[in-house]
């Protein structure tokens, strides 16, 4: 899409790529150009992503009753043992989003502790500098890790404690725009960490990540 | 920087890739396989629904029965890339029949279900405001969205279900990418008109419901 001659259409179509992700890197350099000439163009993408996290937000709120209709059928019918067992463990969307998004925010916490020294709650970990409690006290100079390293140990830890059980090979692609520092692209990602846990009782979330009333159904 | 990254774009996101097998399954008859393919479609089944059912329709109720109606008929589907719009159909159907029965209700006895709502015309048809109560707790700007023409709202409301993307909306909708993304803009920019009580959105919409595309 040229950022040169763009008609209103254009212009709509451009900021609903940008909302919805799915913007290409001629998309960002042609909304760069547009928002050059014309910087009320930021303006309107975020009134754009506040509508659509209110109306997100309904719609949440409205189609959380889905979670509770079953197909009429008997699922222990199945003569297939492997779905079967995939449906005895199956979690809806959602709820394997939010697993998903728990583990990495799990990680982004954990880096982020490490660098600022904030204590995590049951993880051993805090003090100065991201090293384990306990361990200044016992000597041991601390290293400073970086954050590969960081995400490495807790990997490494979190398997040993059968908390992590794998990180998922690819990495989901949020935004690609041309590096504003020089040569090269600039790449907006979260990565994936399958973890398990155990916990009392099970709860659904809605999109933006607040409990719903209704137990999801296994 | 960076080098080697693999990434799994949004698009590619949220697509069971096992869908085509759950179907043929379903449509064999294997409950399991019915069962795990409704947990995967309820959710964007239910925005189908809450975009073009009547206002006092009870979704939950609706979804029942486009549950049951899935599982009666899923033996028809012979070919696993139509099942999305398939199943839209029904979800679209039972919506509409929903509105019929409604209107007949309000035929036989004029008061009814006034006591619920502000009483507004019916959503059988598109006229703008008609479906100002379609959703009964509709407030704020879902109230607006529920205003927009059917060709708009089904894919803004759809868009909205994780975050579906334009891939995934055209298989349910069977429109291509582009027509998709082109009404969730326009879609979104009449709302914003709307929103600000403009009455260019109303023009728009008005003049809109032929020249969809």
Not at chain 1, 16 to 24: S, V
Not at chain 1, 72 to 86: F, K, S, Y
Not at chain 1, 152 to 164: A, K, N, S
Not at chain 2, 118 to 136: F, K
């Amino acid at each position: 899409m040229s950022g040169s001659a763009m008609d209103g259409t254009d212009r709509d179509v451009l900021i609903t790529r940008m909302l919805d992700g799915e913007a290409t890197p001629e998309d960002w350099t042609a909304f760069q150009a547009l928002a050059a000439r014309d910087a009320s163009v930021w303006a309107e993408l975020s009134s754009a992503q506040q509508d659509m996290a209110e109306i997100s937000a309904s719609v949440a709120q409205a189609t959380a009753v889905a979670a509770r209709v079953r197909a009429p059928v008997d699922a222990g019918e199945t003569d297939d043992e492997a779905l079967r067992e995939a449906l005895s463990v199956r979690f809806s969307g959602r709820v394997r989003a939010t697993l998903a998004w728990s583990g990495w925010a799990a990680a982004a916490a954990l880096v982020l502790a490490w660098g600022t020294g904030l204590p995590i709650p049951g993880s051993g970990v805090g003090g100065y500098g991201g090293v384990p409690s306990g361990a200044i006290e016992a000597g041991v100079v601390p290293t400073r890790l970086n954050s590969a390293q960081a995400l490495d140990q807790y990997l490494d830890t979190g398997r040993e404690e059968g908390r992590v059980i794998a990180e998922m090979p690819t990495k989901v692609l949020l935004e690609a725009r041309p590096n504003p520092e020089g040569a090269g692209y600039e790449v907006l990602f979260y990565r994936q960490i399958l973890e398990r846990a155990v916990v009392p009782e099970l709860r659904t979330l809605d999109g933006l990540g607040r409990g719903l009333s209704e137990d999801e159904p296994l | 920087m960076h080098e080697g990254l693999e990434f799994e774009t949004p698009t590619d996101r949220g697509l069971p890739s096992d869908e085509g097998a759950l179907v043929v399954r379903a449509a064999r008859g294997d409950p399991g396989a019915q069962q795990a393919l409704w947990v995967a479609s309820r959710a964007w089944v239910a925005a189908v629904c809450l975009a073009h059912m009547p206002r006092e329709a009870d979704l939950e109720d609706l979804l029942q029965d486009v549950a049951l109606a899935f599982v009666t008929r899923v033996h028809t589907v012979r070919d696993p890339g139509a099942f999305r719009g398939w199943l839209r159909m029904i979800a679209v159907n039972a919506a509409r029949e929903a509105g019929r029965k409604r209107s007949r209700r309000r035929r036989l006895d004029p008061d009814a279900g006034r006591s619920r709502a502000q009483a507004l015309p019916t959503g059988d048809t598109d006229e703008p405001g008609d479906r100002a109560a379609s959703w009964d707790g509709a407030t704020g700007l879902m109230a607006k969205a529920l205003e927009l023409p059917e060709g708009y709202r089904e894919p803004l409301l759809l868009r909205c279900v994780r975050g579906m993307s334009y891939r995934q909306i055209g298989l349910v909708m069977d429109l291509p990418e582009t027509t998709v993304e082109t009404r969730i803009a326009r879609g979104r920019r009449m709302l914003r008109e709307l929103a600000s009580g403009g009455a260019r959105a109303a023009s728009v919409m008005g003049g809109s419901e032929g020249g969809v595309r």
